[in-house]
Nanobody, 114 residues
Framework: QVTLVESGGGLVQAGGSLTLTCKRT????????MAWYRQAPGKQRELVAT???????NYVDSVKGRFTISGGSPGNTLYLQMNNLKPEDTGVYYC????????WGKGTLVTVSS
């Protein structure tokens, strides 16, 4: 069993920064990619950023140049550095680990005020 626990969310003004952390515990399993997703109120969950086991990264267009994903497999901690936050970045941010199975955290709430 793999457990993911996110932290670092909170209330921040537009233009501010936050760093999200996802700590992975449990049995050692092969993880190919880790990712951050977010779900805004009333909207579907969307992919924000991914990082592969060899460090390759991808971002949704709306966060390029502002967010940086780091860490992940083979380590046990995943990060998301978020700069120049905008109100539309508000939502619950989820950590995901994918290998033979998908594992999800319970999320951390980010609220960006205008």
């Amino acid at each position: 069993q793999v457990t993911l626990v996110e932290s670092g969310g909170g209330l921040v003004q537009a233009g501010g920064s936050l760093t999200l952390t996802c700590k992975r515990t449990g049995v050692a399993v092969r993880i190919n990619t880790m990712a951050w997703y977010r779900q805004a109120p009333g909207k579907q969950r969307e992919l924000v950023a991914t990082i592969s086991s060899v460090g390759g990264t991808n971002y949704v267009d709306s966060v390029k140049g502002r967010f940086t994903i780091s860490g992940g497999s083979p380590g046990n901690t995943l990060y998301l550095q978020m700069n120049n936050l905008k109100p539309e970045d508000t939502g619950v941010y989820y950590c995901q680990a994918a290998g033979g199975f998908e594992y999800w955290g319970k999320g951390t709430l980010v609220t960006v005020s205008s």
